[in-house]
């Protein structure tokens, strides 16, 4: 497959739920997610590839060469944040499909069988933005989290995961290909790569990160006749919740922790009433798992003494804990070798954001790589990368995918 066939295809599948400013809003089970699938689905049959959709909507296009032996999967996720970037997962998946046709055209030509097959996956789910937990689907594969409890997580509106996936016609019944090994290529989002003037990063090591889902119960009320003494307003005490999520982080050196509330959501939400009920969750990450506990402990004493200044209860959940992971120095090393070979700059890099070669990483062994994001900007319309960096990367994909099929 041409290079020009690749960015044809990519910037097809950027124009499915394409926003009016660059970006896409692909939210997991939403109709463009079913768009992006049968996308999938339509490419693999062109090659004459067997899909398979499992029990929490992973999709599979499966490489057979040698009957009855395990999988090498190469991808991503084709789900996006609302407002969000076209290449964050789709950049992976694209290249896992465009890596499986070269590697097959090779094999084919190579006469020799490998040891091992290939199978491309979609991901159902990475992102978590209408559905939470994030990195969902891939979690649920290796086990780390229990599908029939995902099946049942509802999103604001109330429709469940279980309802949005059969809406969407891929609530499967298939068995996943049994896994030898995991890779995946994945755009920065930070501004490392781009600021040493790199082509790959060779991905060593994730952060420790956990996320709070917050409850906060005040007392609705008439904006204009309540006395101020007599209001319990859930919305003030929120609003101190989200500037002590952002301070906390003040509490430790520079960039050591990163956090902020991304989701609130208000009940009832109408401009004459003082809010009863306020939903947040904030996202705690860390290099060391100590200033996370450190941090939310200090948050849980601040909130308990907001509760009882306000006079209303507040109710914190820790949730979506993902320990630090390191990835095997083996994958690493082939990610520098394939880079060198192919003449590409290529360095060690830890990742901040989730994968969902985290939850692979678990299982087998995993190999996650970088390619640069312009301004290291993600989860927003203005998330961008060259088509230069984007073809490197594949070529990069293509060749560590080779020796890990090859065994
Ligand atoms: O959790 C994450 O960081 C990813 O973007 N879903
Ligand atoms: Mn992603
Ligand atoms: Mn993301
Ligand atoms: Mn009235």
Not at 127 to 143: C, D, T
């Amino acid at each position: 497959m041409t290079a020009e066939a690749f960015l044809q295809d990519f910037h097809h599948v950027a124009t499915i739920g394409a926003t009016p400013n660059n970006g896409v809003h692909r939210q997991a089970g939403t109709d463009e997610d079913r768009q992006t699938r049968d996308w999938f689905a339509g490419f693999a049959a062109e090659h004459g590839w067997e899909v398979r959709v499992d029990g929490i909507g992973n999709m599979f296009a499966l490489l057979e060469f040698r009957p009855g032996a395990k999988f090498v999967l190469i991808g991503s996720h084709l789900d996006s944040q609302p407002l969000g970037g076209r290449f964050d997962g789709a950049y992976g998946v694209l290249a896992g499909l465009h890596a499986a046709a070269r590697i097959e055209a090779n094999v084919r030509a190579g006469g020799e069988l490998p040891p091992f097959n290939l199978a491309v996956v979609n991901w159902f789910n990475e992102e978590g933005g209408r559905f939470a937990p994030s990195i969902m689907g891939s979690s649920v594969y290796a086990g780390i989290m229990d599908r029939g409890q995902m099946l049942d997580v509802r999103d604001l509106q109330g429709v469940s995961v279980r309802e949005a996936l059969t809406g969407i016609g891929y609530l499967g019944t298939d068995e996943a290909p049994e896994p030898v090994s995991y890779a995946e290529i994945h755009i920065e989002q930070g501004r490392i790569l781009e600021r040493e003037g790199l082509t790959i990063g060779a991905v060593d090591s994730s952060w420790y990160t956990q996320k709070l889902d917050i409850e906060v119960l005040g007392e609705q009320s008439h904006t204009g006749a309540t006395a101020m003494a007599d209001r319990h307003d859930a919305l003030v005490a929120a609003s101190k919740i989200v500037l002590m999520v952002h301070d906390v982080t003040g509490n430790f050196e520079e960039e050591a922790l990163v956090s902020s509330v991304g989701q609130l959501t208000l009940e009832p939400n109408s401009p004459i009433v003082v809010a009863r009920r306020v939903h947040l969750v904030a996202d705690l990450r860390s290099n060391s798992p100590e200033i996370v506990k450190s941090a939310r402990d200090s948050l849980l004493a601040d909130v308990a003494a907001l509760a009882e200044e306000h006079d209303i209860r507040i109710n914190v959940k820790d949730f979506d804990i993902r320990a630090n992971q390191y990835y095997p120095e083996s994958g690493v090393e082939l990610t520098e070798k394939m880079a060198a070979n192919l003449g590409l700059g290529v360095r060690r890099i830890q990742t901040m954001a989730g994968h969902d070669s985290v939850a692979m990483n678990r299982i087998v062994p995993s190999v996650m790589m970088f390619i640069p994001s312009v301004d290291g900007v993600s989860h927003c319309e203005r998330e961008f990368t060259t088509d230069a960096d984007m073809l490197a990367g594949l070529d990069a994909l293509t060749e560590v995918a080779l020796e890990l099929v090859n065994g």
